[in-house]
T-cell receptor, first 113, second 114 residues
Framework: AQTVTQSQPEMSVQEAETVTLSCTYD???????LFWYKQPPSRQMILVIRQEAYKQQNATENRFSVNFQKAAKSFSLKISDSQLGDTAMYFCAGSYNNNDMRFGAGTRLTVKP | EAQVTQNPRYLITVTGKKLTVTCSQNMNHEYMSWYRQDPGLGLRQIYY???????DKGDVPEGYKVSRKEKRNFPLILESPSPNQTSLYFCASSLVAGVYNEQFFGPGTRLTVL
């Protein structure tokens, strides 16, 4: 069975600092995508970044980057130069086939001024 | 504007009173899905639809029904709601089914069953 685990229920970071959110996953499939979604207080689910499993290069999107360790089945999100608007719940997710998308329990990130 | 819409956004009801949460997308997406979000559990898939008239169960389908008569609409039906269905519900869609395709989410529906 596919699983996604986020072991940090809550985290905080000072504005302008860097923070890393952890995610591990488990799958026996060879073809999959991994995602980080952001859910601000508005509850809207916003895609932050995605990583294709067959690509070794880590994905980056402006201040957001991932550390994808395929052998360790680890997919962490690094947020650089944290901003107050980054305060949100962050979900790690894996998409494993045509219909199976699994989410972690989420990490609530607070950026402090 | 390309979007997924859900109605209602908030709903308080009582046990046993049938309700429908509507979901509509204007992006001509083939794939649509329903999730529920509960604290400490993340999002769990309830039902999904690969295309019109094709639906299948996700991880937590008990107590829910869906239909896909038109490409743009994918309503979620609770025939006899119970308090354990109190949750935040999201509809999502993607261009086609497949591991490569980003899912676009609706704004969510907060359901409370008393």
């Amino acid at each position: 069975a596919q699983t996604v685990t986020q072991s940090q229920p809550e985290m905080s970071v000072q504005e302008a600092e860097t923070v890393t959110l952890s995610c591990t996953y488990d799958t026996s499939e060879s073809n999959y995508y991994l995602f980080w979604y952001k859910q601000p207080p508005s509850r809207q689910m916003i895609l932050v970044i995605r990583q294709e499993a067959y690509k070794q290069q880590n994905a980056t999107e402006n201040r957001f980057s991932v550390n994808f360790q395929k052998a360790a089945k680890s997919f962490s999100l690094k947020i650089s130069d944290s901003q107050l608007g980054d305060t949100a719940m962050y979900f790690c997710a894996g998409s494993y086939n045509n219909n199976d998308m699994r989410f972690g329990a989420g990490t609530r990130l607070t950026v402090k001024p | 504007e390309a979007q997924v819409t859900q109605n209602p956004r908030y709903l308080i009801t009582v046990t046993g009173k049938k309700l429908t949460v509507t979901c509509s997308q204007n992006m001509n997406h083939e794939y649509m899905s329903w999730y529920r979000q509960d604290p400490g559990l993340g999002l769990r898939q309830i039902y999904y639809s690969m295309n019109v008239e094709v639906t299948d169960k996700g991880d937590v389908p008990e107590g829910y029904k869906v239909s896909r008569k038109e490409k743009r609409n994918f309503p979620l039906i609770l025939e006899s709601p119970s308090p354990n269905q109190t949750s935040l519900y999201f509809c999502a869609s993607s261009l086609v089914a497949g591991v490569y395709n980003e899912q676009f989410f609706g704004p969510g529906t907060r359901l409370t069953v008393l």
